[in-house]
């Protein structure tokens, strides 16, 4: 069952901008704390960006200042907003709730890549 879905990834040049969508199953979404999450190659899949049902937000100290998540409760999505990206930030990016217990199924990603 598909439950998460992203896009908005793609590539771009050292210091521009891409803004990330994930829409969600409402079962997913509703009253729970929501994530961005990337994998580089070679690399485990790492936190870059949570958000609560309320909207409190925290940030991997790698992309603090650069990337801003938001949510749209009545449309079930998540997105992540990201402003001078840098070469490292290149990885496929996923969504997911925050809470590791209660993990949905992952969605197929998106790639971001950066030119340098």
């Known amino acids: 069952q598909v439950q998460l879905v992203e896009s908005g990834g793609g590539l771009v040049q050292a210091g521009g901008s891409l803004r990330l969508s994930c829409a969600a199953t409402e079962r997913v979404f509703r009253f729970n704390a929501m994530g961005w999450y990337r994998r580089s190659p070679g690399k485990q899949r790492e936190l870059v960006a949570g958000i609560t049902s309320g909207g409190s937000t925290n940030y991997a100290d790698s992309v603090k200042g650069r990337f801003t998540i938001s949510r749209d409760n009545a449309k079930n999505t998540v997105y992540l907003q990201m402003n001078s990206l840098k070469p490292e930030d290149t990885a496929v990016y996923y969504c997911?709730?925050?809470?590791?217990?209660?993990?949905?199924?992952w969605g197929q990603g998106t790639q971001v890549t950066v030119s340098s």
């Open positions: 997911n709730r925050l809470n590791l217990a209660t993990i949905a199924n």
